[in-house]
């Protein structure tokens, strides 16, 4: 949720959120799309490692129909239709708006302030001088406008043929109440499940966190957030949430689809071999590595973290590089599962296969049509 | 003529405990102590008495005691004592009041009113005996992004490196020329930088030939404004060259080593005149602008061929963020900030105490232009002046910097006791003067002992606060903010520093 809001001075700055949560991904690397019920029975299974408090899905494949326009999905709090207005007057003025509807809801589900969801397939409609502006960027930037400059109205997602459904509640009520477990399919589902230690629950806070077809989910605390943020500040990226999930998918955003360096090496940007082992590589790592260290420092993710980021065709899992924060990952056939506990995946999967845990720093990368994340099985401890 | 001047301190002998051994005799240059054999007792001279305590320390029986006379005068807030007797120090001879080593003077020490921040429950605290704790730094210019290729699935760096030397811990010693200090000084900052993978700076005075084999690997040498010892080699031997443009603890003015001190070997390492004043004038005569400041830059990286980061060192003035930015655009790797706090050999006592700004104020601001105009990454930052503790070296570096220089707490490690007197040359602890009666008072082999006790130490302690923070590596620490809070700080202040309020 990028907002762009430049704080006089950093006294000012409010504190960021402490949150600790249990997350759950699967993915199927054939691209075969499946139900939402065992993302669903696998958090349900966790239910100690959230409060209540925060809960949502990340679902990739889920608009065939409308895979070639960006899905934009908003959320209007106080069920604010004044908001709604707005948004859809700025909507039809920089988009072509292709389809829109209510995101259908379940009645019978009461849930803490429910706003009003709405989702919106849309192409950009450049002005000309807009028309060299990647199309990515120009989301991003209309986005960016959208949750900074309107009340009450919030993009939860943005992505292509990808779809967030957060709220405050238990995950498995938010399921519910957007009947994910009926209407949806997809080939990735990630999960969060949100135990914030010092702040209430606001619909916008629920993980994931989106920028176009990226999604974060996210545990721990990250006590480098200070040198992260000011370093993403440097590169116009301002963190307006507070959560240490939102320096997570910045950097992400920075790294991967703005620098364009795959994950293999942003997990070694984020959790980074220790000095030690540096020097023992051969000279080509060692060279690499610490060149790595030296220029990313600022984005080393200090403190304890597990994190599942996903965008198309991939789903990553990283933790911390001295592992404060547990990561399982498991596998039967074309299924890969990423879970905060073992159990979790053996609830939904009882024939599991494989079972793993990847040490410190080390990323387990699931990627459509091969069997990368296997890489990681041979380093698990 | 009088003088009018009342002792500074009051020295006390017990009668009943002196043996006579005339130690406090021999090791006073200042001649406090003057025994007559034939009457079998002490005179004291206690006008010449500067407090250096070196009589005390070294008295076997334990029979000296000496402190300081303070309120002889009426006592008034507004005249001081000190004040009063600069007047008559100035009445009696016109001339310019000397003072060495740091401003004293009471004005806020930012560091004691900042604290830092530990773990509980949500994030776990790191034990550093158990875990590890990473405390290396590199110093010089990052490139803004990396390019990376791929052959075969293995990943190889595509981007060229600007230089960028490693420190094992982010201490650095400050500069200080052979000619301020003494040799053996020298030498021992050199030995204790070596053994602990961290850097001493040559200052201005040159780096003796036959140290550069061993010593120039660890050594940060220094282009001043009297050019004292440069020559290719000079700067091709040492890791990190350093252009001296200014001093916390006198900005704006230069230096001057008066000719008796300059012995042969000085004069040799510094490439002048045997017994000739070592003048450094104000401003480099070569530097009128950044754009001058510039060209410097560059030559020095042409003479090196580009394979050293090129530092600048600014006192801590009143702009210093803008003149810091100016300073990275023109080409420098690393910036070192020098606050009102930092020491000398020899400056005017007005400079002293009246010239700068605190180095923490400067810090902060220094680090937000940086950010701001995003070239942060482009320089390193290293903050001098007044670090006293680890505590101060940590907080400097959430603050902001990457590295800090140490240097009067150096002196201090071996033996100094901040008299004040360095310009006198008559340091009785052997490092600030070039008597040799003096000088072999020091060991090297046993002064850069102390010198790597206090690192180890201060290593110690950093690791322990940074694991007491949650996090293993220093680069986490650095610049955030998030970490520290005011304590008894105005308003005003606190926005400077960036930094919350402690409950806040």
Redesign the interface.
């Known amino acids: 949720m990028l907002v762009q809001k430049y704080y006089q001075n950093e006294r000012f700055v409010p504190d960021k959120e402490m949150d600790a949560c249990g997350l759950f991904g699967v993915m199927h690397t054939g691209g075969v799309r499946f139900g939402g019920q065992m993302a669903i029975d696998a958090i349900k299974n966790m239910k100690v490692r959230g409060s209540g408090l925060g809960g949502g899905f990340a679902i990739y494949g889920l608009y065939p129909k409308y895979k070639d326009y960006y899905a934009l999905h908003i959320i209007y709090q106080n069920k604010n239709l004044a908001a709604k207005k707005v948004v859809e007057a700025f909507l039809k003025k920089h988009f072509y708006v292709i389809f829109d509807e209510e995101i259908p809801t379940n009645p019978d589900i009461r849930l803490f302030a429910p706003p009003l969801s709405w989702r919106y397939f849309v192409a950009p409609q450049k002005s000309s001088a807009e028309e060299d502006v990647p199309d990515d960027e120009y989301v991003i930037s209309k986005v960016m406008h959208l949750n900074s400059e309107i009340e009450d109205a919030y993009v939860f997602s943005s992505g292509k043929d990808v779809g967030v459904f957060k709220g405050v509640g238990f995950p498995e009520e938010i399921a519910d109440y957007f009947m994910l477990d009926k209407l949806y399919e997809g080939y990735i589902w990630t999960v969060h499940s949100r135990f914030p230690t010092n702040t209430p629950g606001w619909w916008g806070g629920a993980h994931p966190l989106s920028i176009l077809d990226w999604t974060v989910v996210h545990n721990g605390e990250i006590s480098s957030y200070g040198a992260n943020r000011r370093f993403l500040e440097m590169h116009n990226y301002y963190c307006t949430l507070h959560t240490d999930t939102e320096v997570l998918a910045y950097a992400v955003d920075l790294l991967m689809r703005r620098q364009g360096l795959p994950i293999e090496v942003v997990a070694k940007i984020f959790a980074p071999p220790m000095w030690d082992a540096i020097r023992h590589m051969n000279d080509n790592d060692k060279e690499l590595y610490t060149a790595l260290r030296m220029t990313y420092a600022p984005l080393l993710m200090n403190g304890p973290f597990t994190v599942i980021v996903a965008h198309h065709n991939e789903m990553i899992g990283l933790t911390d590089r001295i592992r404060l924060r547990p990561i399982t990952a498991g596998a039967k056939g074309e299924l890969v599962f990423l879970s905060s506990e073992e159990a979790a995946i053996h609830a939904v999967c009882p024939d599991l296969e494989l079972a793993w845990t990847p040490p410190g720093g080390e990323p387990v990368v699931v990627r459509l049509h091969t069997k990368d994340h296997l890489q990681s099985l041979n380093k698990s401890i | 003529m009088y003088d009018y001047l009342l002792p500074e301190f009051l020295v006390e002998r017990r009668e009943d405990s002196c043996i006579r051994c005339r130690v406090c005799e021999r090791q006073c240059a200042n001649n406090v102590h003057l025994y007559d054999t034939e009457l079998d007792r002490f005179f004291l001279s206690e006008k010449d008495c500067v407090g250096c305590q070196r009589c005390v320390e070294l008295c076997p029986t334990g029979a000296l005691y000496v402190h300081p006379r303070l309120a002889d005068y009426r006592p008034n807030s507004s005249w001081t004592r000190d004040k009063m007797q600069n007047l008559k120090k100035q009445a009696a001879t016109g001339g310019v009041v000397l003072t060495g080593s740091g401003n004293d003077k009471p004005y806020r020490v930012y560091w004691d009113h900042l604290l830092l921040n530990a773990?509980q429950?949500?994030?776990?605290s790191?034990d550093p005996l158990r875990?590890?704790m990473?405390m290396?730094t590199?110093l010089g210019r990052?490139?803004d992004?990396?390019k990376?290729e791929?052959s075969e699935g293995?990943?190889?760096?595509a981007?060229e490196?600007c230089p960028?030397v490693p420190v094992q811990i982010p201490l650095v010693f400050s500069a200080m020329s052979l000619g301020a200090i003494s040799y053996p000084a020298f030498k021992s900052l050199a030995m204790a930088a070596k053994e602990t993978g961290v850097l001493f700076n040559t200052g201005e005075g040159g780096l003796p030939v036959e140290m550069r084999d061993e010593y120039a690997d660890c050594a940060i040498v220094q282009c001043a404004s009297g050019r004292f010892g440069v020559d290719l080699d000079y700067l091709n031997s040492a890791r990190i060259i350093e252009i001296k443009i200014g001093q916390g603890a006198k900005p704006g003015i230069g230096g001057h080593l008066p000719g008796e001190k300059v012995s042969d070997y000085i004069a040799q390492t510094r490439m002048i005149p045997r017994g000739t004043d070592a003048l450094s004038p104000a401003p480099q005569h070569d530097i009128y602008s950044i754009e001058d400041l510039s060209m410097l830059i560059y030559a020095l990286k042409e003479a090196t061929n580009y394979t050293k980061p090129v530092s600048v060192k600014i006192a801590a003035v009143h702009n210093v963020a803008a003149i810091a930015s100016g300073i990275v655009r023109a080409g420098a790797d690393i910036v070192a900030i020098d606050g009102i706090r930092g020491g000398t050999g020899a400056a005017p006592l007005a400079t002293r105490d009246n010239v700068g700004i605190p180095l923490e104020l400067a810090l902060a601001s220094v680090d937000?232009r940086l950010?701001d105009e995003?070239i942060?990454?482009k320089c390193s930052v290293m903050a001098a002046g007044g670090i006293r503790s680890s505590a101060d070296a940590i907080k400097a570096i959430a603050l902001g910097a990457d590295g800090v220089y140490i240097g009067t707490a150096a002196l201090v490690a071996m033996g100094c006791t901040l008299c004040h007197k360095c310009y006198t040359g008559k340091c009785n602890w052997g490092i600030c003067t070039q008597n040799p009666y003096l000088t072999k008072r020091l060991n090297p082999e046993l002064t850069s002992q102390r010198l790597i006790n206090l690192l180890k130490g201060w290593s110690h302690e950093i690791q322990e606060m940074l694991g007491g923070?949650?996090?293993?590596?220093i680069?986490?620490?650095?610049?955030?903010?998030?970490?520290l809070r005011g304590v008894g700080l105005e308003e005003w202040e606190?926005?400077v520093l960036?930094?919350?309020?402690a409950g806040?």
């Open positions: 773990s429950v949500t994030n776990p790191i875990e590890p990473e290396q590199f990052k490139p992004t990396l990376i791929f293995k990943a190889k760096l981007s490196m960028n937000k950010r995003g942060r990454n923070l949650g996090v293993n590596a680069e986490s620490l650095r610049g955030n903010h998030e970490h606190l926005n960036g930094v919350k309020g806040e």
